[in-house]
């Protein structure tokens, strides 16, 4: 019960690549670069199970971006075709490669970190990959020039990686759609079927996060237009809880997020983000059981995981660890007390 996990990614170590960067270059090639991913990877897991993280994850070490990581081993990507286009409603702009044909995978895309894994720990495994509606948004299209024809055929690949990764020993498999917060009108038109798509067949745990985004400047300034009341999950959680995906993970910890909202998603377990990711800060143990307790109104304690609001990668590696040693020990407090 209460079993604490991340949303997914966590600082690279500075050997591998620069630090505190959304968009980091790498600092090793060829073989070295390959090998480095892997240790990256093996350390990831130790530090969280230090941590005492219950549910721990790969942390994203062997991908550059979370999206552009999973579309580097796929046909019908030019990634010397560059463009900068507009992100998350033009949130923030970046350089993006293009859709120029069919989209296809050239093989396994992250088995290698997986293993590796899989292999160093006896807790409960997540993996996390880019969810088919932010891939579109993350991506320049010349081939198919339809957002839903496009999401569903990236839904596809991520169908077939996603079985493969489970039958690694992979325990959770989670989508990642920070989209879902920018075009909720979409998610009920063809987002969710594309996400349904991507979890078809899967007889591990299927997971979603939506949140607010990484802890940089664009999304801190677009959070402060937002107003008195975050109000996006009232649009998408109905259409979640109607879906075959079985976990949720949200936004909690220093938003304003109308906290019963999470009643909406009544029979899904509830990933609930206790650490601020925008933040310096290292949360106490009792902060973060204060934003556990609330949500137990509304989410009953075996269906709620205690969690990060989103990604830790821009963050270092001091702080992003002491975070989740508080996220630990403040679920441990309201385990107690349970």
Known sequence: MLETTVAGSLPKPGWLAETERLWPAWRLEGEALQDGKIDATILAIKLQEDAGIDIVS????????????????????DFGKKTMMGIRANRYKAEVPTVTGPIRRKGPVHEAEARAARAHTARKLKFTLPGPMTIVDTI??????????LAHAFAEVLNEEARELAALGVDI????????????????QWGMSALERAAQGLTCTTAVHICYGYGIK???DWKATLGAQWRHYEQTF???AKSRIDQVSLECRNSRVPIELMGLLKGKDVMVGAIDVASA?????????????AALAFVPPERLFPCTNCGLAPISSKIAY??????????ALVRKSL
């Open 58 to 77: 790969d942390g994203e070490q062997a991908r550059i971006h979370f999206v552009h990581g999973f579309l580097a081993n796929l046909d019908g990507i």
């Open 140 to 149: 320049a299209d010349e081939h198919y020039g339809d957002r839903a024809a």
């Open 173 to 188: 498999v989670q989508f990642d759609e920070p989209a879902f917060n920018v075009y909720m009108a979409e998610v009920a």
């Open 218 to 220: 664009a999304n801190n």
């Open 238 to 240: 109905p259409v979640i």
């Open 281 to 293: 800060q290292i949360e106490t143990p009792e902060e973060v059981a204060a934003t556990l307790r």
């Open 322 to 331: 002491g975070k989740l040693a508080a996220l630990a020990k403040g679920a």
